[in-house]
């Protein structure tokens, strides 16, 4: 796994990141879901797994769910698991944070 620096700091990265609007993030040709949720940060791939829209313009629901914005199917943002059963789940990504800097690991 290579990690991949994406900001300075977790102080950084939560002013980059609104809490529960995803943001696209685009790192060795991958389309990623990049989420401030709560106190945590999260990484899915963007597209969903029903119809392949891009899961950056949708938005995190008050349980922690990534919303496809075409037919709203729901992805645990933790797990990448569909949380309604219709559809595969997501690729999720790991993130870490220390004194130099936020990573996500491809």
């Given at each position: 796994m290579e990690w991949i620096k994406i900001f300075s700091s977790v102080t950084e990265a939560k002013e980059k990141l609104p809490a529960g609007k995803p943001r696209l993030l685009l790192v060795h040709d991958r389309r990623i879901a990049?989420?401030?949720y709560g106190d945590d940060f999260y990484a899915v791939q963007d597209a969903c797994t029903h119809n392949?829209?891009?899961?950056?313009?949708?938005?995190v629901n008050h349980v922690g769910e990534i919303i496809c914005p075409?037919?709203?199917?729901?992805?645990?943002?933790?797990?990448?698991?569909?949380?309604?059963?219709?559809?595969?789940d997501l690729e999720t990504y790991p993130i870490k944070t220390d004194?130099?800097?936020?990573?996500?690991g491809i």
């Open positions: 990049l989420v401030h392949h829209e891009s899961l950056s313009k949708g938005h075409w037919h709203n199917y729901r992805f645990e943002l933790k797990t990448g698991r569909a949380t309604d059963s219709s559809c595969r004194e130099s800097g936020f990573f996500i």
